[in-house]
C-alpha cells in the first residue's frame, strides 16, 4: 500500500516569492549556446556516452548535443514521445523519459543513435519527473495528482502527496530527495521513504515557479526558476543553514548572456552548467567563477 506523508500545501500557502537582493552575483560565466534549433526543450541528462540528452517537447523526442560545442548531433525518436518533460539515466545506463502526453515513463535503451524499448510505466497524470535513485529505487513526480511515488521492484511502496504542479525530482549526495514545487514555489527535502525534512521558501530565495534542478558534488542544488527567468544556486548544507550563493538572470526574459527566456533544464558536469533556455529554443552552457 502507498503511504502518503501529510500535505504540505498548508504549510506552503500564502508565501511570497520576494526576489532577494544580497547574493544575486552570478555563480557562473556564459561560455556557449546551441543553435535554437530545438522546439520547447525541456529537463536534460548525460548519458553513459557523455553525450548531453534533451527532453525536446513539442519536438516529442530527444535531443541529442555534443556538450562541449552544444552541436546538435541526432534526434532520436521522432515524434515518439509526446509532450516528453524529463530525461534521466540509471547507473546501469538506461534512460527512464518521463512521456507526459502518455501518462507514462518509458524506459529505453539507447545504442549509439538506435533506442530499444525496455518497459513503461503507466498510470500517472501530469508525470513530468522522473529518477532512477542510486537505491535501484524509482521515484515518479506525478504533478497532476500532486503525487511522488517510490518504486521498488515496479511495485508501488511509499507516496507523498500536496505537490501538486511539482515537475523534478533529484538525488542529494546523501541519497535524500529534492523536489522542485512549482505551484507552491518551493524546494521540498524528502528523505528517500518519502519522508519530509524541510522546505525551501523564504524569500531570500525568492523563488517563483521552480522546474527543473541538479545537484553538483558539493551537493549545492541548481534551480531553474522558469517564471522569474533565473537560476539559483543554493547551499542546503551551510553551517548556518541554507543559503543562496548566487543567480544567473536579471529577472526578464531575453537572449543572450545571462538572459533567459522561460528557462527549464539543469545538468551539472564537473565546473560547467547547462541549462535549457526553453523559450528561446536552446541550450546555453555557463562555466563557473565562484567556489
Same mark, same amino acid.
Given at each position: 500500500?502507498?503511504?502518503? @506523508?501529510?500535505?504540505? *500545501?498548508?504549510?506552503? *500557502?500564502?508565501?511570497?516569492?520576494?526576489?532577494?537582493?544580497?547574493?544575486? !552575483? #552570478?555563480?557562473?560565466?556564459? !561560455?556557449?549556446? %546551441?543553435?535554437?534549433?530545438?522546439?520547447?526543450?525541456?529537463?536534460?541528462?548525460?548519458?553513459?556516452?557523455?553525450?548531453?540528452?534533451?527532453? $525536446?517537447? @513539442?519536438?516529442?523526442?530527444?535531443?541529442?548535443?555534443? #556538450?562541449?560545442?552544444?552541436?546538435?548531433? !541526432?534526434?532520436?525518436?521522432?515524434?515518439?514521445?509526446?509532450?516528453?518533460? $524529463?530525461? /534521466?539515466?540509471?547507473?546501469?545506463?538506461? !534512460?527512464?523519459?518521463?512521456? =507526459?502526453? /502518455?501518462?507514462?515513463?518509458?524506459?529505453?535503451?539507447? =545504442?549509439?543513435? =538506435?533506442?530499444?524499448?525496455?518497459?513503461?510505466?503507466?498510470?500517472?497524470?501530469? %508525470? *513530468? &519527473?522522473?529518477?532512477?535513485? %542510486?537505491?535501484?529505487?524509482?521515484?515518479?513526480?506525478?504533478?497532476?495528482?500532486?503525487?511522488?511515488?517510490?518504486?521498488?521492484?515496479?511495485?508501488?511502496?511509499?507516496?507523498?502527496? &500536496?505537490?501538486?504542479?511539482?515537475?523534478?525530482?533529484?538525488?542529494?549526495?546523501?541519497?535524500?530527495?529534492?523536489?522542485?514545487?512549482?505551484?507552491? @514555489?518551493?524546494?521540498?527535502?524528502?528523505?528517500?521513504?518519502?519522508?519530509?525534512?524541510?522546505?525551501?521558501?523564504?524569500?531570500?530565495?525568492?523563488?517563483?515557479?521552480?522546474?527543473?534542478?541538479?545537484?553538483?558534488?558539493?551537493?549545492?542544488?541548481?534551480?531553474?526558476?522558469?517564471? *522569474?527567468?533565473?537560476?539559483?544556486?543554493?547551499?542546503?548544507?551551510?553551517?548556518?543553514? @541554507?543559503?543562496?550563493?548566487?543567480?544567473?538572470?536579471?529577472?526578464?526574459?531575453?537572449?543572450?548572456?545571462?538572459?533567459?527566456?522561460? #528557462?527549464?533544464?539543469?545538468?551539472?558536469?564537473?565546473? /560547467?552548467?547547462?541549462?535549457?533556455?526553453?523559450?528561446?529554443?536552446?541550450?546555453?552552457?555557463?562555466?563557473?567563477?565562484?567556489?
Amino acid at each position: 500500500m502507498i503511504r502518503y @506523508s501529510w500535505p504540505i *500545501a498548508f504549510l506552503l *500557502a500564502g508565501i511570497g516569492a520576494v526576489i532577494a537582493n544580497a547574493q544575486d !552575483a #552570478p555563480f557562473a560565466a556564459f !561560455a556557449l549556446a %546551441s543553435p535554437s534549433e530545438l522546439a520547447n526543450p525541456h529537463d536534460l541528462a548525460f548519458g553513459p556516452d557523455g553525450r548531453l540528452y534533451v527532453a $525536446d517537447k @513539442s519536438g516529442a523526442r530527444i535531443a541529442v548535443l555534443d #556538450p562541449d560545442t552544444l552541436e546538435i548531433v !541526432a534526434m532520436l525518436g521522432e515524434g515518439q514521445f509526446p509532450g516528453i518533460h $524529463d530525461i /534521466s539515466f540509471s547507473p546501469d545506463g538506461l !534512460a527512464y523519459v518521463s512521456v =507526459t502526453g /502518455s501518462v507514462q515513463v518509458d524506459v529505453i535503451r539507447i =545504442t549509439g543513435d =538506435t533506442i530499444t524499448s525496455v518497459r513503461k510505466v503507466s498510470g500517472f497524470p501530469g %508525470s *513530468a &519527473g522522473v529518477l532512477p535513485h %542510486s537505491n535501484g529505487r524509482l521515484y515518479i513526480m506525478a504533478g497532476g495528482s500532486g503525487e511522488l511515488v517510490a518504486f521498488e521492484n515496479d511495485q508501488p511502496i511509499a507516496g507523498f502527496g &500536496g505537490l501538486y504542479g511539482a515537475l523534478d525530482v533529484a538525488e542529494s549526495i546523501d541519497g535524500t530527495l529534492w523536489v522542485a514545487a512549482n505551484n507552491q @514555489s518551493a524546494l521540498v527535502h524528502l528523505t528517500q521513504d518519502l519522508d519530509l525534512i524541510e522546505v525551501l521558501n523564504g524569500p531570500e530565495f525568492g523563488l517563483r515557479g521552480p522546474r527543473y534542478l541538479d545537484i553538483d558534488e558539493f551537493g549545492r542544488i541548481i534551480v531553474a526558476d522558469q517564471d *522569474a527567468n533565473r537560476i539559483l544556486l543554493i547551499d542546503p548544507l551551510a553551517p548556518e543553514g @541554507s543559503r543562496l550563493l548566487g543567480v544567473l538572470g536579471d529577472g526578464m526574459p531575453g537572449i543572450g548572456p545571462g538572459k533567459f527566456n522561460d #528557462p527549464e533544464g539543469v545538468a551539472v558536469r564537473g565546473n /560547467s552548467f547547462y541549462f535549457s533556455d526553453t523559450d528561446n529554443d536552446r541550450i546555453v552552457k555557463y562555466s563557473i567563477v565562484i567556489n
